[in-house]
Structure formats: structure tokens, C-alpha cells
């Protein structure tokens, strides 16, 4: 058991190390580098070799990957170009309001799925299910920076009950943000939300079709007895690896939805640093993001392991 | 003892086609179950069997509504009770003892969980007694050491355990009326035997009254007092066991029994032509119509009704049972000998072939090293001659289709080597292979639900080894797909057909013309029948004999099932844990004296006969490895010597038949202690 989480962790960073050398070496081979960039016109001669010997742009590229490995490693990202302040600065704040807003949606999101699921399973092919249904297939259809322009639209312009924009400053507390993320939240958790249940929703009616759950019946156990006992636990632990990738998503929808609210986190820094092409950060955020991936499929995988006990006792045997 | 508790009054169940349809899958069922007796309920998939003994506990599967009559439970209604009230019957008078109980216990709670479970819904035993009487439960269906047992998850028990657990979880309750759908399908023979004397011990312990419903006759014979007989949705015969099993007055259950292959009477069993009609096709007249010996036009357009004979105490749904009434028993047995022109002229030799599945470590692999001191199967020697038929039998684990795989080259070979037509060594890798070698060794699976691709029509599955190895075109290739498919008696008009539009004896004679399709020397036919139902199961073993004696074709047979077997084969290896046990002349492996092996799976098989029973001689213990040294089947052999059958590895001995015996015991001395038993 020890064993196989060891190895799982092994392999996360085994991905983490690809990841890294295909961002370096994606950035090594895009035309131009730091230095051009940020030299603009003056980019020749004396000034750009001097740039470079500042930068220690002039030493081979293996070399300048260890080094900056090394550093990720310790946790240090170096400096960003525009600014010259230490990218770990810049990240610090960033990464913490998109944590609350992935996990305020997520907070929202997964609960909400789960009882939308096991509802529309329940009462398959019945009214509640035939509403819930239509609703989340609508909600999985809209793309999330649409349903985000609508919500500002709706709620912020003609309703006018909450602000339509985000405006804080990037190192604002959690208490002077939350007022301020409800409409980003719905709109990130809607597609998500879908989603899962939809996922939810099939796995249980599955189970809820075996031989198991008839046998239970025959049993004469009661009704909800029976759902909570013999069909959740059976059905929702399929769902938890495809809850992981929903959360992996998330990310993506975050970028997209930080940009429309202008909401100062990591989504919007991807964009305004691939738009600067201040690479050292393109670079961490590459880094972080993907370590978020895989350490949130780890877990979910860990999860999966735990609670069933059939793969369990299959790895004790071995 | 005659009060009912069950009545059940024309009842009949169905769906709603696509067109707003009705369409009945039970019809007008009538019949009481009294307290005390089992019943077995007979009959082919799609007799309706299953959705009946459901309906005796007030479910109707999902899609399925009762269209009208009654279940009565002493007088109660359950089809229309509140799921309040089924709860308090279900569970606690009548229990349910379901056909896969691997899949019929929850996964993730332990088996001590789900017996409590029962307990605390229909007992008012207190925690402490219910500990106790889970033990006490899980003791009476023999299973060792209840305590460590209760801790277990289902997927930790063997298919039989399984079974016997859900036992134990029928009987918390002490219902009243226990209703077994398949309970021994899918159970090894020697293991089906034994749950099979544990629910007959049950029966006459508790008083239970008991419907069995099964596909098996044999199965059925031994433990009912009374059999029903269902026919697509109806009863066509209800009587005391003897009196249907010995002799059956409808013709479909006289043409059952005939195509049951037995182990008594060597030879192929007659088939039943064609197969039960779809739910909804037959509109007027007998539903046995189309494949009865006996129909005349009277069937045709009037149903018969089920009428009562009273010097039989048995009723029967047909016109012409009167001439049946007279038809000896012995007049049952299977008749057609099989009579195969074997050469002298070996077209397989299987030397010293051992087979691994165990995993290669990383560094293994690199050295290409496989490091296994005890395989999966070890030291077969088999030679198969032209023309021959040979079978490889033995229970699950027995390593019987390891081999077949390692033959058609799918599992490479840890040692050993095979030989094809004398001298030509058939290579480890597939890859390797000979197209010509490909093509004269084919293989048909066992369920050919799963070997058939399903977005291929029979013209396209039949055509590929035609174009793969003759490379044939166009019409050619046309004309020999109808060729082929006449041969095992489709005609062209399956051509456009897909697998889901045909029935499963159907779906298998497309494999076997897919075999014959690449002319091959040797086809391998692993389980070939067992998907099948009993009167489709003598039709293609019919056809494959008759494809044989045209084209001289080799077999190899792989099954479990002794009687089919018997039937099909001239020689027999049996196989026990990867090792042979015995191997000879089938008529002579059915005789004694034999390996101990052999006698324990000969003592377990069921005949259809209510006074032949079966002799358990050796615990059905299961073992998950063959042991380290020593004999394979040390560990439940009832014969066992001592210390030599642990630490040698037994030589063989030419029996007096002509077969080949591995046993540390002479054979004179097996001969005088099987004949003393």
C-alpha cells in the first residue's frame, strides 16, 4: 500500500519534471527571448550583449535550466522581466485569490452536484429529473465567459445587486473579497456543477440496475436505508476520479472568468504575462498549474484506493 | 401440510413495445406452492421463468407491469402492496436466493454487515444474539470459521462461498418460502453438488418451502418434488418430478430431455430444431407450434389449454399428449454414436509445455527472464492425432483454456514446445507465426456475444479469413460466404444481419462458420456450448460432429461439463490445478478405476433423473495455486496416501483400458477401492 503511494508520488513528479522541460524549451525555441522583448528596438549590439550577460542569457541552455530548476526546487521562481520584482512576490497574493475562488466554487459546486445527481437518478425519468436534466444540459452547453457576460448583464447592470467588476487590489484579505466573488463563483461553478451531476446521475442509476441493490430490495430493506448503505457508496466512488478532473478544468475556467471579472488571480496573470512575453513567470505558472493537476489526480486516485475496499485488500495481497 | 403459500392466478406480466404495444412475457400463469414442497420451475432463457419467481415477491422488474392477476401470499396481494408492507414480507417470509451471488452482494460492506442487516430488519434479536446467530448461520451453510468469515469482504470468498452466504442471508429471516433463481449456474461441478445437498439438508430441516428455478434438469431432479415447465411465458407441464423427468408427456420437454447429453449413454443427443419465439411474435395457436415432432394444423391456429390429467396428477398444455403417455423412458437416450475416422498421423505434439501468468518484474523482463519455479500449468504431453477429437476437462483454474490460448498462440509458453503436422515447431510469439500455421489452427470462444464484433454484419465477419488467407474478391468472395453459411445451415438471407439480431445458437454457428471459413486442421472450441441452452447446445454439437466427418477436421474441446463431453470426444485429459490427471479413450476415463480426480468430478455430475445421486467423495475446497510439490491434487484428494503424495510428483500408469493414470496408487489398488464403494 505504503508502496504504491510512494510510487504514485514518484510518477507526479516524474510528469512535473516533463512538464518543465517542455515549457523551457518551448520557450527556448520561440523566436526572440527576454532580452528582445524587453529591449524593443534597441535590441542589437552592445545593449543586447549586455542584457544578456545580465540576464546570463549567454550560457548554454542545459545550464540555464538546472539552474533555474534548482531554484524552482527551493521555491524560487527568480525574478519576473517587467517589474524586476521576485516572481514568488508577484505569485504570492495571485495564487491566493484564486485559491478562494476555485474553492469557494468548488465548496458550492460539488455538494450542490452531488444531491442534483443523486435527485435526477432517484427520480429517473420522472419530473424533477426531466427539469434538473434540461437545466444542467443547458448549463454544460453555455461556454463560461458568456454565461459570465449574461450574469454581469443581468445581475449587475439591470438588477443592479452586485458589483459587476472586481476592484481590489491584488493583496486584498479574504474578507474584503468575498462580497465581491459570488458572481465569478456561479459562473465558474455553473459548467462544473452540470457536469458532475450529469456524472453522478449515471453512475448511480447504474448501480441502482445490479444485482446487488435488487438483492437488497428483495431483502426487504427500506427504501433510503438501501440508497445510503447499498447504492451512494458504491456509485459515488467512480465519481470521485471524474470530480478530479472537473476540478483539473476548473483551472482553465478560471483563467477565462478572471479575465471577464477582472478579478486579480492567477488567470489573469497567465494572460497578462503571455501578452507581455514576460517568460519567467509564463514559466512558473506553468509549473504551478501543472503541479495543481497532478497533485489533485493524485489525490483523487489515493481517495479512490482508501474507500474501496476490493482494491485495497488487492493491494495488501500483494 | 397441504395449506398453500403461495396461489398464484392468471397472471400475467409484460411491456409496452415502441408502438404502444402490449406485449405479455408471462401468460396466464396459474399454480399454488404448499407448504413444505419445492417446486422447480423449469426452462430455456426467455421462458419467463426468472420474471415469475420476482413476481412470487411482489417485483416487477423496471419497463415491466403486471397486466393483470394475482400473487396471493397466504391471502395478501403482493403485486399490489405498498413497498411499507412488501418490506415486512420480503426478507422475512418468503427469501430470495439469487442466481450470481458474486454480484448480488454489495461490495463494499462485509459479509457479517449484510447478514446483520437481515437480521436486525426482520428479528428482534439484540446485538450480541445477532453476533451469535450470524455465526450460527454462516455454520449451517458450512462455511469454515464463521467469526473470520463475518470480517470479510464478498469479493474474498470463492464463487461457491459466495453462493453459500447468500444462503445464510435468505435464512436470517426464516422465511417461509425460499425462491432460488439459477443458484448453482455458473458454480463449478463439483461445488454445484454440494450447495445442492446443503439447500436439500435445509429443506428437510426447516420445513421451508422452496421454488427452484433453473435452467438445469439435472440440477432440478435433485432437489424438487414437483417441476413446472415453462415454455416462452407459459406453463405447458405441471407434475410430480418422476413422472416429467421419466416421462414427460408435452413434447417440449420430451424433446429436452432427449438433448440433454448424458453421461450413461455415450453418443451425440438428438436436437430440437429452431428456438423459443420472441415475446410478441406468436399471435394464435401453440407457442411450441413451429418446433413440434407432432403439430398438425389444429395447433396451428388453436391454443391449447393446460388440462389436467388426473391418473398422472399432472397437467399438460397440449392437443397431442396422449401420444406421449405410452413412450418408454428408455426411448429417451440419446441415440447417434459418433464414429471418427482417426489416422495414425499426429498433427499435434504438446511436449513438456509449461505456462506462466506470473508477472515479470522490470529487470525480469529486461534479461527477458521469466523467474516462476511453480506455473499456472506444468509438464503437459499431449499428442493429437488427424482427425481426432480430444478434451480437456476440468473445473475452473484447471488450466484447461491456458492451454488453448498457448496452442492458438495468444499466451506464449514459459517451456515446452509444440509441434504442428510432425515436425514444424509453431513459435512462442504470434507475431512469429506462419500465416499458413494461423490459419490451420481457429479458435471459437465461448460466448459469442463477446467474440462477434458487433458493428460487423455476418457477411463481413464470415468474409475476413477468406480474404485474409485465400484472398478472395468480389463475387468469389460472395459466393463462398453463402457456401460457408450453408454448411452450418444459415442460409444467404443472414448475410445482412448483425449479431444483435440473431439468437445465441444463431451467434454461434457464425463463429463456427467463421472457423471453418480458413479451412483450418484444428479448430480449438473453448466452452463452445455452455452459453447455450440445452436444445441449442445439441444442435451445435450436431452440426460441429457433422463439419468434422465432412472435412476431417481435428478438435480440441475444452469444457467442464463430463457429459458433453462424453458425448463429443474419443480421448479425454483431465486436468487438475494445470497438471494432467489422467488421460485415455473417453469410454475408458468414464470407467473405473481412474485417476481420484476423475472419480470426484464422475460422482458430482447431475443426471436428469431424480433417482440417480450424486456421490460427494472429497470437500469442495478451494485452491487459489497448485502446491509447491507433490501431487496437484493432494490437497482434496479422498484417497490420499501420506507423505509420497505431498513430496512426489506421481508417475503414470497405464491402466487396464488403455489410459494413462498419474496416481501414486497401483491401479489394482484404485480398482478395488473404487468397486468396494
Redesign the interface.
Known sequence: MLLLVLKRILLGFITLFIVSLITFSGVEVLPGDACTTYLEREAYGAALEACYERLGLNTPAYERYISWAAGVLQGDFGYSLSGEMRINDVLGPRVKNSMVLASASILIGIPIALLLGIITALWRDKLPDIIISTITIFSMTIPEFISATLLILIVAIWLEWLPGIVIVPTGASISELLPNIILPVIAISMIMTAHMARMVRSSVIQVM???????????????WTMVF??VL??AL?PAINVVALTIAWLLGGVVVTEVVFNYPGLGRLVIESISNRDLPVVQALAIILASIYVSINLIADLMTLML???LK?LQIKK | MDSAVQTINNLTIGFKSQKGKQISILKNISTTIKKGETVGIVGESGSGKSTLALAMMGYVKHGLYTISGECLFHSNNLLEMKNKDLENIRGRKIAMIPQNAGQSLTPNLKIGYQIDEALKLHTDLKKEERDKKISELLNKVRLPSPEIMAQRYPHELSGGQQQRVAVAMALAGNPELLLLDEPTTGLDVTTQAHVLELLNFIAKDTGTSMVYVSHDLGAIAQVSDRVIVMYSGEIVLDGPVRSILKNPIHPYTFGLLKSIPKLTSPGLPDSMSGSQPQPGTIKTGCSFYERCNLAEDKCKNNSPTLEYIDDLNTSVRCFKYKELINVKETNLDSVKSINNDVLQNEILDISKVSISYAKQKFIDQLLNKIDDSNPTVQDINININKGETLALVGESGSGKSTILKSIAGLLKTKDGMIKFDKDKVLSNDLKMRDPGFLRAIQLIFQNPDESLNPNHTVEEIVSQPLRLYFGLKGDELKQKIIEVLEKVRLGEFYLTRYPRQLSGGEKQRVAVARAFAAKPDIILCDEVTSALDVSVQAAVLNLLQELKEDFGTTYIFVSHDLAVVRAISDRVAVLYQGRLCEIGPSKNVYQLPSHPYTEVLLGAVLEPDPDVKPKLVAEDIVEEKPPEQGCSFQGRCPRILGDICKNEVPPWQIGENGNSIRCHIKVEDLKKQQNIN
Do not use: E, T
Not at chain 1, 209 to 223: E, H, N, R, T
Open positions: 440496475a445490479s444485482d446487488y441493490v435488487q438483492m437488497a430490495i428483495l431483502k426487504g430493506v427500506p427504501y448503505k447499498h457508496p458504491n466512488l474501496n475496499p476490493r485488500s
